[in-house]
């Protein structure tokens, strides 16, 4: 399988220079010149040295996808502070709060049919989110990493049957299979973080594919490489190579898928919560759920229970995208745009897509 | 979020890689080796989908497990032939389903068939619908946004694909519900029709099932009125989010072309900018549109399945839902298998006409 098919795949031998800028030749791999770059670590980590080479539009793209980020990891780390109630909270000692209030008074954001505080909701939801998004991205870039760059060096019918089988997952509509995966997991039952991990365990099988096709194809170029035929040469082992030769080369590409599927996480689990397949209430909150409830209130005109989940959804998502898509544009060199060029179109070199 | 376009068009590509041959082959070698390929894609898939759903028991458990005695149960299990082993159950199950039988519904009694065929139609309407709306709005403004690169207007637009994609399509669906069925209530917010609508079409002797034929086919211009009118804010809520897609791949395509030599020339040539970029630079442009496509219908089943729900259209997305909440895994099974079914094959449509637009792409 050729490295051409993906414009990932591109991405890797060009982001190159931006780890080793002065380094004549951007096919050659950065990690070469590791020890001869001069910045520091701090300034090469991924989104620091996205965010030193970035200008202008794309400089305010991303400073705004990080701020929104930001947010929601703030929310969701310090949820027991903001939230001024709990997720499963339908009262006080003074009673309960009552169903669909308006927003306003101690219910900044009104209370739900079920009587719980949508603000406190929205908070805690963002803990949900950003759990079963890390959960399910780590756990798919292991497998799928692991899986691709095996694959990709060995190569013979082990290869073949995990394309194949990686193709015909890659082919299935994301949230279908995630159904499929939480009927298999949970029985289409949520427990407390049974939901949680079902939720996330479904994610993960739906993107293992999507790494699984990067790596593999990088692995693919990489094996052909000097520096792998000279390790061999000298006698490297097969995990030797595949753990320090390829890996570092193979996953540079790595944190924009993170970023990419991150978003598309979000809005899966969106979307399983919204067919009932989500998280009960009292277990944790979560945002496509509450929008599933909130669902018969929208025509009788209660807007509250349904925008503000909504809102915090798109939000997040964008926040992500906005990142994943300067990153995207900073590491291809034909879109970004130098703060010392005078010329303003870069111009591309070919069609990407 | 652009890898999440272009990726598709990566997947068309790399199935075609996987049987590349030494060039020489021809057109109808490739569409016979691609049509090929489907059946192993297929293949797997209902083995997976199949084991999947039994892992956690036989669906007869999942869905009356609360409501009968043990005895009962395992005599309906029995008389279903959910006791025996698993390999004997699965080649079973290929079989029916080679002779179009997808089980039957464990809820309602209906043939899953039956049901395929009586609520696929209202799915497929939907989607057509979505895809005009992404059509109207998603090719114009990518030509839009191409031709004034890097200035104003393509970034508003860029920010608006952006949040096309970020809004979950249930929710652009309430929004919508909320300000046209509540705040300025001047369109219908459920259903394909209204009720009388609904008894016209269950009238209709040989029914197709697609509404806007059906209507047609009486000629009743108040049922057509209708239905249009139910279909507007579904394929609003569906077909906006292809249409971000839709913006942002004819951007990067057009951006690819307007660079080449020709245009200039065709510039030189004194033909109007309108016509460059609609015509010239516009028709090479539409390869990888068309490829990427079939990844889009892909998606626009399930945001169909979350838009038919939101917005009560009983097609097999809403039939899911419901068959969901009956945890009836025979009927949400057969509806899966069906769908990735029909992703495959799209999947290959466009393979196929893309080969038939580009003499590039042989293997």
Request: contains cysteine.
């Amino acid at each position: 399988m050729s490295t051409s098919d993906n414009p990932q795949n591109q991405g890797p031998a060009e982001e190159a220079q931006t780890f080793a800028e002065e380094a004549p030749g951007s096919g050659v791999p950065a990690v070469a010149f590791d020890d001869r770059a001069k910045k520091s670590w701090f300034s090469r980590l991924p989104i620091i040295s996205h965010l030193r080479q970035s200008v202008g539009l794309q400089r305010g793209m991303l400073i705004t996808g990080l701020v929104l980020c930001g947010i929601v990891l703030i929310c969701a780390i310090f949820a027991p502070l903001i939230a001024p109630y709990g997720f499963n909270q339908l009262g006080t000692s003074e009673g309960n709060f009552g169903s669909k209030l308006p927003p306003g008074g101690t219910h900044i954001w009104g209370t739900t049919v079920g009587g719980y505080d949508v603000f406190s909701r929205v908070v805690w939801g963002a803990q949900t989110a950003v759990a079963v998004i890390v959960v399910a991205v780590v756990m798919s870039i292991f497998a799928g990493v692991i899986l691709g760059l095996v694959s990709g060096y060995i190569g013979g019918w082990l290869d073949r049957i995990l394309v194949v089988i990686a193709d015909a997952v890659y082919a299935f509509p994301t949230l279908l299979l995630a159904l499929v995966m939480s009927i298999a997991i949970s029985g289409g039952q949520s427990s407390a973080w049974g939901g949680i991990a079902a939720a996330a365990f479904s994610i993960t099988v739906v993107f293992i594919p999507q790494y699984f096709r990067v790596v593999r194809a990088e692995t693919l170029r990489l094996k052909a490489e000097p520096f792998v035929e000279s390790a061999i040469v000298l006698g490297a082992s097969k995990t030797r190579i595949i753990s320090k030769h390829i890996f570092r080369n193979a996953t540079r590409t790595l944190p924009l898928i993170f970023t990419l599927n991150s978003s598309e996480a979000i809005l899966t689990l969106a979307g399983l919560g919204f067919l009932g397949f989500g998280i009960e209430p009292t277990s944790a909150s979560e945002w496509g759920y509450d929008l599933n409830k909130a669902l018969p209130d929208v025509t009788s005109g209660v807007w509250w229970t349904a925008v503000f989940p909504g809102v915090a959804i798109v939000l997040t998502v964008l926040g992500i995208t906005l990142v994943g898509e300067s990153m995207n544009d900073l590491n291809d060199p034909r879109l970004r745009v130098r703060r010392k060029a005078k010329v303003k179109n870069v111009k591309p070199a070919e069609v990407t897509a | 979020m652009s890898a999440a376009i272009s990726e598709p068009g990566a997947e068309a590509a790399e199935t075609s890689v996987a049987v590349k041959k030494p060039s020489g082959g021809g057109l109808g070698r490739y569409v016979l080796i691609r049509f090929l390929l489907i059946i192993p894609t297929i293949f797997i898939l209902t083995t997976l989908v199949f084991f999947l759903m039994r892992i956690t028991g036989d669906p007869i458990t999942a869905a009356l497990g609360g409501r009968l005695t043990k005895a009962q149960l395992a005599e309906r299990v029995h008389a279903a032939g959910y006791d025996r082993p698993i390999l004997v159950q699965y080649f079973e199950y290929l079989g029916n389903l080679l002779k179009g039988d997808f089980g039957t519904a464990v809820s309602d009694g209906q043939p899953v068939s039956s049901i395929l065929l009586n609520y696929g139609a209202a799915t497929v309407e939907l989607v057509f619908y979505a895809l005009i709306v992404a059509f109207i709005l998603g090719i114009p403004l990518g030509m839009l946004a191409a031709y004034h690169r890097d200035k104003a207007p393509d970034a508003a637009l860029r920010v608006l694909a952006i949040l096309g994609y970020a809004t979950p399509v249930f929710f652009a669906g309430m929004i919508l519900k909320l300000v046209f069925g509540v705040f300025l209530p001047i369109l219908p917010v459920a259903g394909r029709g209204t009720t009388e609508t609904e008894y016209i079409m269950s009238g209709v002797v040989g029914p197709t099932r697609f509404y806007l034929i059906d209507a047609l086919r009486i000629g009743n211009f108040s049922v057509l009125g209708d239905v249009l009118a139910h279909a507007v804010l579904p394929a609003i809520a569906l077909g906006v989010l292809t249409a971000g897609v839709f913006l942002r791949l004819v951007r990067t395509n057009l951006i690819g072309t307007l660079e080449q030599q020709y245009v200039d020339s065709g510039r030189s040539r004194g033909i109007s900018e309108y016509r460059l970029v609609t015509k010239h630079a516009y028709r090479p442009a539409l390869i990888p549109i068309i490829t990427v496509m079939g990844m889009q219908i892909a998606l626009m089943l399930a945001g169909a399945v979350l838009t038919e729900t939101t917005f009560e259209w009983k097609g097999l997305g809403f039939k899911l839902a419901e068959y969901l909440t009956a945890r009836d895994f025979v009927a949400v099974q057969g509806i899966v298998v069906f769908l990735a079914v029909i992703v495959a094959v799209t999947n290959f449509l466009v393979d196929v006409i893309a080969a038939f637009i580009d003499p590039r792409v042989r293997y």
